[in-house]
Nanobody
Framework: QVQLVESGGGVVQPGGSLRLSCVAS????????MGWFRQAPGKEREWVAS???????DYVDHAKGRFTIARDGARKMVYLQIDSLKPEDTAVYYC?????????WGQGTQVTVSA
């Protein structure tokens, strides 16, 4: 069974940076696509970034310029670098993977941006 585990969240001041990590249970190049979503309390889950098996990246419009998705196949990991953090970035961030028309999710890591 596919398993994804996120880490790297925490409490940071506005303007700071975080790098979130996601380790997969298998070769990440087995997946059609990987990415990151986030969900704030009382709000719907929102897609923020993705990367295809070929390395093509994409971001939600309001994340462009601050969010960067990257991967390390040897370590079976995907990362999300977030710069210039804002209070509205506060959410649980989830790693995702697509395999054979099925989506998998990690347990999430909490990011809190507060002065």
């Amino acid at each position: 069974q596919v398993q994804l585990v996120e880490s790297g969240g925490g409490v940071v001041q506005p303007g700071g940076s975080l790098r979130l990590s996601c380790v997969a249970s298998e070769n990440i190049f087995n997946f059609n696509k990987m990415g990151w979503f986030r969900q704030a309390p009382g709000k719907e889950r929102e897609w923020v970034a993705s990367i295809t098996v070929g390395g093509t990246t994409d971001y939600v419009d309001h994340a462009k310029g601050r969010f960067t998705i990257a991967r390390d196949g040897a370590r079976k990991m995907v990362y999300l670098q977030i710069d210039s953090l804002k209070p509205e970035d506060t959410a649980v961030y989830y790693c995702s993977a697509r395999l054979l028309n099925r989506n998998y999710w990690g347990q999430g890591t909490q990011v809190t941006v507060s002065a």
